[in-house]
């Protein structure tokens, strides 16, 4: 059992940055970490990933704009979020995988708006 606790989110203006924080309760050295968000009145959608050996991917949308980062020692993994947009308003999850096992942390609202 993993918990995951996300922080880091607010609300920034428009081309404003954020780094958001996942710290799990346990190791994570072996598990694919992620990020999702969910926009108001839409579905929860991919944003990127993190696999152990340290391979990421990106939703086109944020391609370019964030990145995603891991610190095994700290079971830690973070998303930093450049050039914000008022469509990256959303609530962003955490996730681990390993294998067929899944975690969701709480979720962190972030909200980008003048």
């Known amino acids: 059992q993993v918990q995951l606790v996300e922080s880091g989110g607010g609300l920034v203006q428009p081309g404003g940055s954020l780094r958001l924080s996942c710290v799990a309760s346990g190791s994570i050295f072996s598990h694919v970490m992620s990020w999702y968000r969910r926009a108001p009145g839409k579905e929860r959608e991919y944003v990127a990933f993190i696999s152990g050996g340290g391979t990421t991917n990106y939703a086109d949308s944020v391609k370019g704009r964030f990145t995603i980062s891991r610190d095994n020692s700290k079971n830690t993994v973070s998303l930093q979020m450049n050039s914000l947009k008022p469509e990256d308003t959303a609530v962003y999850y955490c996730?681990?995988?390993?294998?067929?096992?899944?975690?969701w942390g709480q979720g962190t609202q972030v909200t980008v708006s003048s």
């Open positions: 996730r681990a995988t390993l294998g067929s096992f899944v975690y």
